[in-house]
């Protein structure tokens, strides 16, 4: 069985519930609360995660609770715990600097005009390796980047041919590519970022680092026509934002920010501007728009399937937790040093648990 399979990451939980796990939990919440004692460095964050890592998967391998464990067993326990951690960490270490958000919003702007034009001739993609439906596959696990917030589950890769792997981004236009991969970079255990991982971990690194710099030596296309495309792109993205000062005004008195689609007017703040469009209004451009907003609608309803589903796990791991405590014998539960430890108590490691 996969180490980082759910089943495994839930065996963590429940051997963390145990009353001998009390010296694990009490190291594991200090460790959590220790990064709110310094400002985020992302850095000295990673350097930080890795070594707890290595420190509690010494500590597990000696612990009575993983006597006879096998390697695989310890395994599964250190990726629970990379699992645990990530998550409650998540917003401290993620897009945690103005430098890596600036970063996310120059390369998804560049593949937004790049999506335009750009196709898989031009990475010189020869027909016989051309698949679409595999390519929409890879593109849909590509835009779930953001759906997962342990490192381990984040994709490291789509395929294992750099020109398709660089198509297939720029069509999916993943979003914060940048961060993510940073994620990946300095969170991640490093003794499981290595060969296949490690390979499609740098090919992504190698995308990003492709499109960024992508120019028209880059790309099997003359200059001109380059430029040309990449003028009529940003002029067609500059349409779209394009606000009317007709629009009245709000109830502030400020005139609300809209755009024009086939020289309708719709607010910028509208998510689906296909709802109110009859079939004849339809065009073959909108058949790309609609297809992403039918992407984003998927994510979004699974994620939400998953946030409905973690809260009712959360509840049954609490009363499981609860019910746990109230048939240990009397003498434990009295036993001092069970008492005035119900911050770091073993059963509240399993509650808020992550289901990614």
Not at 21 to 34: A, E, G, M, P, Q
Not at 36 to 51: I, M, N, P, T, Y
Not at 240 to 266: F, M, Q, W, Y
Request: aromatic share 8%; charged share 30%; hydrophobic share 35%.
């Amino acid at each position: 069985m996969d180490s980082s399979s759910p089943a495994n990451f839930y065996d963590f939980l429940d051997r963390m519930k145990h009353p001998a796990s009390v010296d694990l939990v009490r190291s594991i919440k200090s460790f959590i609360v220790s990064f709110s004692f310094h400002a985020a460095d992302a850095e000295r964050d990673g350097k930080k995660l890795q070594d707890f890592l290595l420190t509690m998967e010494a500590a597990i391998k000696d612990h009575p609770l993983w006597y006879g464990a096998t390697e695989e067993e310890i395994d599964s326990a250190i990726e629970g715990l990379e699992k645990y951690l990530m998550t409650k960490l998540f917003s401290r270490t993620f897009a945690s600097s103005l430098a890596d958000v600036k970063r996310d919003k120059e390369i998804s702007e560049k593949i937004c005009l790049l999506q335009n034009f750009v196709r898989p001739e031009h990475l010189d993609i020869s027909r016989e390796i051309q698949n679409e439906t595999s390519w929409l596959l890879a593109e849909k696990e590509l835009q779930k980047i953001n759906a997962f917030k342990a490192p381990h589950r984040r994709p490291a890769g789509a395929d294992d041919f750099l020109p398709v792997l660089i198509y297939v981004t720029i069509k999916a236009n993943p979003p914060q590519f940048h961060s993510n991969l940073k994620y990946i970079q300095l969170y991640r255990r490093q003794s499981r970022l290595i060969s296949e991982a490690a390979y499609y971990f740098t090919n992504m690194v190698s995308v990003e680092s492709f499109i960024l710099e992508l120019d028209a030596k880059s790309l099997s296309m003359d200059e001109n026509e380059f430029e040309r495309n990449m003028r009529k792109a940003e002029l067609a993205s500059a349409e779209n934002l394009r606000p009317v000062d007709s629009e009245p005004a709000s109830s502030s008195g400020e005139p609300n920010p809209i755009t024009r689609r086939h020289g309708k007017e719709i607010k910028i703040g509208e998510t689906y501007p296909y709802m109110e469009a009859e079939v004849g209004e339809l065009r073959v451009g909108d058949v790309e728009d609609l297809l992403k907003l039918y992407k984003e609608v998927v994510i979004k309803y699974s994620n939400l399937c998953d946030a409905v589903h973690s809260l009712s796990l959360d509840k049954a791991l609490a009363l499981a937790g609860a019910d746990h405590r109230s048939h240990m014998p009397h003498t434990l539960r009295s036993h001092p040093r069970n008492e005035g430890n119900s911050d770091v108590s073993s059963s509240d490691l399993a509650e808020e648990s992550p289901t990614n």
